[in-house]
T-cell receptor
Framework: GAVVSQHPSWVICKSGTSVKIECRSL??????MFWYRQFPKQSLMLMAT?????????EQGVEKDKFLINHASLTLSTLTVTSAHPEDSSFYIC?????????????FGQGTRLTVV | DAKTTQPPSMDCAEGRAANLPCNHS???????VYWYRQIHSQGPQYIIH???NNETNEMASLIITEDRKSSTLILPHATLRDTAVYYC????????????FGPGTRLSVLP
């Protein structure tokens, strides 16, 4: 199946700094990518929908100025956690589907574990 | 909100079939049933999906009832590596629609 790659797999940062997470579709183009967040022992929660060439759509309660999303190309979306705080520590996961394909599965990245100290 | 109901946890003996149920009584005609699993500290892994016919692939089988209100994921010979959280998701056939994850079923395969 298609591959979605996230980088880094894990990161530790100091409180107040910013962290960028990359999500790449390695062998297909994705106009739309999704960013999820998962806290320990909880399910995935959608944060935002990333659209190539336009602004991201954020879910209710997600601060767009804190979680900056840039969908720079059809194969790359980035999530930047700005001024990170310990409560932002979580598992961040992106997903993408093959462009124009209906009735297909979404492919998920391996996730990025962010720890803010 | 997730449109599915799954048992929170299940155990299965290694080598036996694991049958994971999912209730989706409010499913609409254009919604597919997808199954994903998540092994600890990894991203979700696609397993299988279907509309109304039973489906089988190298990982699992998906049995959907005739009224489509429930389905069962079958892992024919569970191994220890199948221990994971399994998510049943119903979703319309819409490219821009995201996948909504419920709490899933935590399957423990026991030696």
């Amino acid at each position: 199946g298609a591959v979605v790659s996230q980088h880094p797999s894990w990161v530790i940062c100091k409180s107040g700094t910013s962290v960028k997470i990359e999500c790449r579709s390695l062998d297909f183009q994705a106009t739309t990518m999704f960013w999820y967040r998962q806290f320990p022992k909880q399910s995935l929660m959608l944060m935002a929908t990333s659209n190539e060439g336009s602004k991201a759509t954020y879910e209710q309660g997600v601060e767009k100025d804190k979680f900056l999303i840039n969908h720079a190309s059809l194969t790359l979306s980035t999530l930047t956690v700005t001024s990170a705080h310990p409560e932002d520590s979580s598992f961040y996961i992106c997903s993408a589907r093959t462009d124009g394909a209906l009735n297909t599965e979404a492919f998920f990245g391996q996730g990025t574990r962010l720890t803010v100290v | 909100d997730a449109k599915t109901t799954q048992p929170p946890s299940m155990d299965c003996a290694e080598g036996r079939a694991a049958n994971l149920p999912c209730n989706h009584s409010t499913i609409s005609g254009n919604e597919y049933v997808y199954w994903y699993r998540q092994i600890h500290s990894q991203g979700p892994q696609y397993i299988i999906h279907g509309l109304k016919n039973n489906e089988t692939n190298e990982m699992a089988s998906l049995i959907i009832t005739e009224d489509r209100k429930s389905s069962t994921l079958i892992l024919p010979h569970a191994t220890l590596r199948d221990t994971a959280v399994y998510y049943c998701i119903v979703r319309p056939d819409n490219y821009g629609q995201n996948f909504v994850f419920g709490p899933g079923t935590r399957l423990s395969v026991l030696p």
